[in-house]
C-alpha cells in the first residue's frame, strides 16, 4: 500500500516511529513532513497529505499532530477527503468500515507509539463495507459538493 504521512512540530518523533512500523509491515511510505522541532502550522502538513490522498495518488494518509484533532479538521476541508481523529484500534477499524476513512489522523501528544501502532494495524487491515454505509457517504459527498444532502 503507499502511504502519505505527515505532522507538525508535536508529531515528528511518533511520526519517525511509524513510519519505520509501516515499512516493517511492507508498505511505501512517503514523508511529507515536517521535520523539525519549531513550531509550524498544522494546515499546511494536512494539506500536503491531503491532496495528493484525494487525487489517488496515495492509497491513504496518516496525519499526527498534538492531538489528532486539529490537523484533522484541516484535512477535512480537501474535497474528497474522510479523515478522522481516532484515539482506540476499535475507532479506527470503524472508520474505515463504515465511513471509508481515506486519512487516519491521531495525537503524538495524548497517545503512546504502541497504542499508535495498534491504531495504524487495525485501519490498515479493515475493510469498507458499503451498503448502508455507502449511501451514507454519498450523502457527505452531496453535502461537500453542494452544501446540503437533502
Not at 98 to 118: P, Q, S
Request: proline share 2%; with cysteine; aromatic share 6%.
Amino acid at each position: 500500500m503507499k502511504i502519505a504521512i505527515g505532522n507538525d512540530h508535536a508529531g515528528v518523533d511518533m511520526k519517525r516511529e511509524i513510519m519505520e512500523y509501516l515499512k516493517s509491515l511492507g508498505h511505501e511510505v512517503t514523508d511529507l513532513g515536517a521535520n523539525t522541532y519549531e513550531k509550524v502550522q498544522y494546515p499546511i502538513y494536512a494539506e500536503k497529505v491531503a491532496h495528493p490522498v484525494a487525487n489517488g495518488e496515495y492509497d491513504c494518509g496518516i496525519l499526527i499532530c498534538g492531538t489528532g484533532a486539529g490537523i484533522c479538521i484541516a484535512a477535512n476541508k480537501v474535497r474528497g477527503i474522510r479523515a478522522a481523529a481516532c484515539s482506540t484500534p476499535t475507532t479506527a477499524r470503524l472508520i474505515k468500515e463504515h465511513n471509508n476513512a481515506n486519512i487516519l489522523c491521531f495525537g503524538a501528544r495524548v497517545l503512546g507509539i504502541e497504542v499508535a501502532k495498534d491504531i495504524v494495524r487495525a485501519y490498515l487491515e479493515a475493510k469498507f463495507k458499503g451498503g448502508r454505509h455507502q449511501d451514507r457517504i454519498d450523502l457527505v459527498s452531496r453535502l461537500e459538493e453542494k452544501g446540503s444532502c437533502l
